[in-house]
């Protein structure tokens, strides 16, 4: 083999051998990454909550969510995003782009939504054992444990030291209520007293996680959505309460309110019979001073739901 015939067969010999190095290396520099999937757009009261599932590509830089000419950057690691500050009633069409570390941008994804005076939803679940306490203000306690027999006890400790006791089971039914068996009584001074009658009530019962903590709903004031669409707080609410004495006599107590908007300013007002109960406005709407919880196919609205028990 001549001196030329060498060089030429060490100049391929070397190529030959980067491009077979270099062919599993991945992907090319220019080559962009994969699109997201199973975008979701759900409207809210004046914004959507945008969720979606990421590409598995390894060297991303960023997720960029644009919408009427405006774009944000979010962590590469998201796959949600609530868009705020929107208009009810105008729908929004919203696209999603992945960039990777080469700068190189994926296809984009679009969803569309339109915000409206929206409820926000909660899913609410059997109730969770544990304990759950809340103080008010004004020193009174109100604390329940439900262990995993479903044993209840509940505790009332008002600021005149005496303390209130009802102890007793939750018995789940088959219409998404439980019926408490329960024995009530005080203790004023160390002595037990103020025994009560009282032994069977019967309404919706259930665990909802609100702000971080899981939360106890038990009780009269716990409405259900009775008539409306069921996204929007206008509508009727009832909330039912059975309740059984000793002696096996029996009383049902029925309560509903009427929700319904003025023409001006969107105010909201709770109406029981012709007595207005309170007026609230689209900013409690967004404050989420009331929220529904869904449990077991039923929609229940709750107020001030920060205020519920939380699991300690």
């Not at 992907?27 to 699109?35: L, N, Q, R, S």
């Not at 569309?112 to 009174?140: C, H, Q, R």
């Not at 909330?239 to 009427?258: A, G, H, I, P, V």
């Amino acid at each position: 083999m001549n001196i030329l015939s060498k060089k030429l067969f060490l100049v391929l010999t070397v190529c030959g051998l980067f491009f077979s190095c270099s062919s599993d290396d991945g992907p090319a520099a220019d080559t962009p990454p994969g699109a997201v999937v199973n975008l979701e757009g759900i409207a809210q009261n004046e914004a959507v909550w945008l969720q979606w599932t990421n590409p598995t590509d390894t060297d991303l830089d960023k997720i960029t969510i644009s919408y009427n000419g405006v774009s944000t950057d979010i962590a590469k690691t998201a796959e949600a995003f609530k868009v705020e500050a929107l208009t009810n009633k105008e729908e929004y069409t919203f696209e999603i782009t992945v960039t990777d570390l080469a700068g190189n941008v994926s296809a984009s994804t679009s969803v569309s939504a339109t915000p409206d005076k929206y409820v926000a939803l909660y899913d609410g679940i059997d109730v969770e054992s544990g304990f759950y306490s809340k103080t008010e203000s004004n020193g009174i306690i109100f604390d329940t444990t439900i262990d995993g027999a479903n044993i209840l006890k509940r505790v009332f400790l008002p600021a005149s030291g005496n303390e209130y006791f009802w102890e007793g089971t939750l018995v789940k039914n088959n219409d998404a209520t439980f019926t408490y068996e329960l024995e009530y009584y005080g203790i004023s001074n160390g002595v037990r007293d103020h025994v009560a009658d009282l032994v069977q009530v019967t309404n919706a019962v259930f665990s909802f996680e609100y702000d971080d903590q899981m939360r106890f709903a038990s009780n009269v004031n716990v409405y259900e959505k009775v008539e409306g669409d069921e996204n929007f707080l206008e509508g009727t609410y009832s909330s039912f309460l059975n309740t059984t004495s000793e002696d096996n006599s029996s009383f049902d107590e029925m309560t509903s309110r009427t929700i319904e908007f003025t023409a001006t300013n969107g105010v909201v007002l709770t109406v029981k019979g012709e007595e207005t109960l309170s007026s609230w406005n689209n900013q409690d709407l967004l404050d989420e001073k009331y929220i529904f919880v869904k449990y077991n196919s039923k929609t229940y609205l709750i107020e001030n739901p920060s205020e519920y028990l939380a699991k300690q």
